[in-house]
T-cell receptor
């Protein structure tokens, strides 16, 4: 049973517009969440994180929002750039310290 | 200079064979991991080692045997390969045990295809 899910396998956005990537989780004990970015033929790289004591964390063009009651988080990219085209993985740290990943959403930003 | 490097990047082999994937990190991290990305694209943890000691061993068949000769290396040996072992295997490292704040450093992945 997958505890972290990204239900949109792909997303296409125009350059300059906002990209919103969504993630849902089932375990209410998760208290730290992360987004990773992955280019083809490369490993995932850490992008941004958020603790459950916050509902928003911002880093430049990237903002992560956490809605604990809905067990939902989202990553906003504003403005989107063609170089943002990649697969984005949502992840959560479980009680044992393991990183649990979703299946990724492939973002395509078109010029 | 690559921080986490895996070899080989691609591996095609027959069912029943034994193969190994090697991983090395030059970040000075204490903890290393193996993750498997299956056909459904989920990245799932297989093993975690902290300073050469096995910390996490998920429900992985015992045909998979990790070996950590030192804290900079974590190799994965797979015996009697099966079709279902076809996947991309990622090595990763982190500075502290238990994923800490979750910032793992991944290698480029090794795509294993079992025919």
């Amino acid at each position: 049973d997958q505890q972290v899910k990204q239900n949109s396998p792909s997303l296409s956005v125009q350059e300059g517009r906002i990209s919103i990537l969504n993630c849902d989780y089932t375990n209410s004990m998760f208290d730290y969440f992360l987004w990773y970015k992955k280019y083809p033929a490369e490993g995932p790289t850490f992008l941004i994180s958020i603790s459950s004591i916050k509902d928003k964390n911002e880093d430049g063009r990237f903002t992560v929002f956490l809605n604990k009651s809905a067990k939902h988080l989202s990553l906003h990219i504003v403005p989107s750039q063609p170089g943002d085209s990649a697969v984005y993985f949502c992840a959560a740290i479980d009680q044992g310290g393991k990183l649990i990943f979703g299946q990724g959403t492939e973002l395509s930003v078109k010029p | 200079d690559t921080a986490v490097s895996q070899t080989p990047k691609y591996l095609v082999t027959q069912m029943g064979n034994d193969k190994s994937i090697k991983c090395e990190q030059n970040l000075g991290h204490d903890t290393m991991y193996w993750y498997k990305q299956d056909s459904k694209k989920f990245l799932k943890i297989m093993f975690s080692y902290n300073n050469k000691e096995l910390i996490i061993n998920e429900t992985v068949p015992n045909r998979f045997s990790p070996k950590s000769p030192d804290k900079a290396h974590l190799n994965l040996h797979i015996n009697s390969l099966e079709l279902g072992d076809s996947a991309v295997y990622f090595c990763a490292s982190s500075p502290i045990q238990g994923a800490g704040t979750g910032e793992l450093f991944f290698g480029e992945g090794s795509r294993l295809t079992v025919l």
